[in-house]
């Protein structure tokens, strides 16, 4: 992991912040709220940056399961944090880094090994200064050199685990004038059975965070539809804000409207005014379009992909959805995913599988599903399917091309097998004496170099690409030589490592020992990904591609 800095806290570093709390209960899109209002401040000319803020006990995101928290995401640093600094990388089109993310277990180790070291001088440790300075020094830094920095603070107002967080913005109310600081509030506000929009639950929300000391200065309410005026004006009444200052954000069918959405509301406007930034705005007739054109974008046709993997949850595959998602604006197609569940693949979702159009293996670790992996790989080999494997995806592909094309008999990886005869998958060599699981794996950005004349030349159009990586296994050395005396060809390594391989007689077979969806944008989206759907694209045009039966079930689409 990073180092940590070693500076004093420092009270005069950044600009203007925004602080993102949420109310009612968690899940609410409030960090969705956030990005959305960052890009709409970028679209005006500022330099937007974020941070999220975890209560969680966990230094980093790294060890925890997908399944129960969504996907690690990987920054170009090696950081493993929060899937929503995946949506503010896409939404504000940055690229941040570890500092980005502030954890109560990053927080507290800090402390605890500056007062082993002696560097408190004696004096008794305590949430107020030493932990509330801490936090704040941390955003402050992250804040450094941008006009807006936008805070979310993570799980729901009242949670114990957040108080050491929401004291440290009451002190930053009382370090900065008033219109350098900025505090929304997102809540709930939901429907009764008749229709009626209640408002209760957003009145509790605000008094239990003006409790702590922190009256909010925007209030946006998180319904099916749009605030009517009558909701607008109630809540207004019983929060002590302005009607002008509570917002609308319902429901989109797609994350990437929501900026639209906030902006007709006029909550960029607001913003800007109430920061004191809005004679120094670009002009609204001379903003970018860019992604209001983009997200806009009318679709041509639509496509089906399987996802091959264990969890069942579309946030442990956010970033390839997205990537897909990306890949499809571009191309102006609709990208459907199936979920295919490699675990019970042959019992109930092959037929799923075989009538997507393309099939991806995304990441993963374990021995879980591993052979549903396998045997989708060997599925798109065999039968010309556009496939893109994903790290451990990249990793099936080896062990199906040794066990299936070169015959050797129980090849695999010695992460899921110790005793195979043929460890065609193997740990990193500096892997083997680490014995820490968090931030120990090789993370983050590196270079691969690409052999020309092969189609990952083709999908970069360049010698090399830079791209974010997480992994303890790789392709053995030892078995290089034998995997590419077929058709297979490691068409981009870094030193002595495979990093990217494809088949020279299939249509698009293409696997990355990297994570190619984690540097994907919507209005940059990830070359592989686009190549990936071109090749689906042109297998569906095909005179002799079998239509899919209207009749595949469909209960398990995600």
Not at 12 to 34: D, H, N, P, Q
Not at 302 to 324: F, Q, R, W
Not at 375 to 385: G, I, K, S
Request: net charge negative; proline share 5%.
């Amino acid at each position: 992991m990073p180092p940590e800095p070693t500076t004093e806290y420092d009270p005069t570093l950044g600009e203007k912040f925004i602080f993102v709390t949420g109310g009612v209960m968690s899940g609410l899109g409030k960090g969705i709220t956030a990005a959305s209002t960052g890009r709409l401040l970028a679209n005006a000319g500022f330099d937007v940056t974020a941070v999220k803020v975890d209560p969680y006990l966990n230094v980093d995101a790294g060890t925890m399961n997908p399944y129960e928290h969504g996907e690690v995401y990987v920054l170009k640093d090696g950081g493993e944090v929060d899937l929503d600094l995946g949506n503010y990388e896409r939404f504000l089109g940055i690229d941040m880094t570890s500092d980005h993310n502030v954890t109560t277990g990053k927080t507290y180790q800090s402390v605890i090994e500056a007062e082993r070291a002696g560097d408190y001088l004696g004096k008794t440790v305590q949430i107020i200064p030493h932990v509330t300075d801490d936090i704040k020094r941390r955003i402050r830094e992250a804040a450094e050199g941008t006009d807006v920095c936008i805070v979310e603070i993570g799980g729901t107002v009242g949670d114990i685990e957040s108080m050491p967080f929401l004291e440290s913005l009451r002190q930053f109310a009382s370090e900065e004038r008033d219109e350098d600081l900025l505090f929304m509030h997102v809540t709930l506000v939901p429907n009764s059975m008749n229709g009626e929009q209640k408002t209760k639950p957003t009145q509790h929300s605000v008094k239990e965070l003006r409790s702590i000391g922190l009256q909010p200065d925007i209030l946006v309410g998180r319904n099916e539809e749009r605030l009517n005026t009558k909701t607008k004006t109630k809540i207004a009444r019983f929060c002590d804000v302005s009607t002008d200052a509570v917002f609308s954000n319902p429901d989109v069918d797609d994350i990437y409207k929501v900026p639209l959405m906030v902006e007709d509301e006029g909550l960029d406007e607001y913003v800007m005014k109430r920061l004191g930034i809005d004679a120094d705005a670009v002009p609204k007739a001379d903003r970018s379009q860019r992604w209001r054109d983009l997200v806009t974008r009318e679709r041509t046709g639509s496509v089906e992909i399987a996802l091959v993997g264990k969890y069942g949850l579309e946030d442990a595959y956010m970033s390839i959805h997205e990537a897909l998602k990306h890949a499809g604006i571009e191309r102006k197609t609709d990208v459907d995913v199936l979920w295919v569940d490699a675990d019970e693949m042959e019992e109930k979702h092959a037929e799923r599988m075989e009538s997507a159009d393309g099939i991806i293996v995304p990441g993963g670790f374990g021995s879980r599903g591993a052979e549903g992996k396998i045997d989708a790989v060997r599925y798109a080999r065999e039968n010309d399917v556009p496939f893109l494997g994903l790290c451990l995806g990249f990793q099936m592909a080896v062990i199906e091309q040794a066990r299936n094309v070169l015959g050797l008999d129980g090849a695999h990886s010695a992460e899921i097998d110790e005793d195979t005869p043929h460890p065609v998958i193997d740990i990193l060599p500096e892997q083997k004496e680490i014995d820490d699981m968090g931030g120990t794996m090789r993370l983050g950005a590196h270079e691969t170099q690409i052999e020309p004349a092969t189609l990952a030349a083709e999908i970069y159009e360049a010698d090399s690409c830079t791209e974010r990586h997480r992994h303890r296994y790789e392709v053995n050395p030892e078995y290089i030589d034998e995997l590419e005396s077929g058709n297979m060809v490691f068409s981009g390594v870094s030193g002595r490592r495979m990093e990217i391989l494809e088949l020279e007689d299939h249509p698009f077979f293409l696997g990355t020992q990297f994570h190619p969806e984690f540097r994907s944008r919507p209005d940059r989206a990830s070359p592989p990904f686009v190549s990936f759907l071109d090749a689906v694209m042109e297998r569906n045009q095909a005179p002799d591609r079998t239509e899919t039966d209207d009749d595949t079930e469909t209960e398990a689409t995600i």
